[in-house]
């Protein structure tokens, strides 16, 4: 019986950079929509009584998770130059907030939250090392 080869397309390093971006924004999302059920979550969140209880907080919060989300698309649109520093630096950043989180989450109630934060923490130093080996051009 003759092997079959599947075959496989070589995918340019800005849409590997985007598909990782837009794959942390997913992890993001689960990981906010998730802690709605944890105990006493919603009744803070009503209350007012919760992490983003003031107008400034929520705005930095904004301001953090906008970074991601305009990733998806500035990995694609940038001249690789700027794209690769811009996924190394927000790549750093991002790796060891989340590791900071992952490490004062641990709770039974919060090891969804744990176990996301890793997950992302991995994404993100992937997107650092992808953009740190972007491959150089064949032409001079």
């Known amino acids: ?11 340019n390093v800005k849409l590997k950079l985007s598909a990782l971006w837009i794959s942390l924004m997913f992890c993001y999302i689960y990981g906010d929509y998730f802690e709605l059920y944890v105990p006493q979550k919603v009744n803070g969140l009503l209350s007012g009584e919760n ?3 003031t107008p400034s907080k929520l705005f930095i919060a904004t301001l953090v998770l906008v970074i991601p989300s305009l990733m ?18 927000f790549g750093v950043v ?10 004062n989450s641990i ?3 919060y090891s969804f939250y744990v176990f996301l934060a890793i997950t992302e923490s991995i994404i993100t130093a992937y ?3 992808l ?10």
């Open 127 to 129: 997107i650092v090392w």
């Open 51 to 53: 992490m983003l209880d």
């Open 1 to 11: 019986m003759e092997r079959q080869i599947l075959e496989d397309y070589k995918i």
């Open 72 to 89: 998806i698309c500035l990995s694609v649109l940038l001249k690789p130059v700027i794209s690769r520093w811009l996924n190394i630096i």
């Open 94 to 103: 991002f790796t060891l907030m989340m590791l900071f989180i992952a490490v």
């Open 107 to 109: 709770s039974a109630w």
């Open 131 to 140: 953009a740190w080996k972007w491959p150089l051009s064949k032409t001079s």
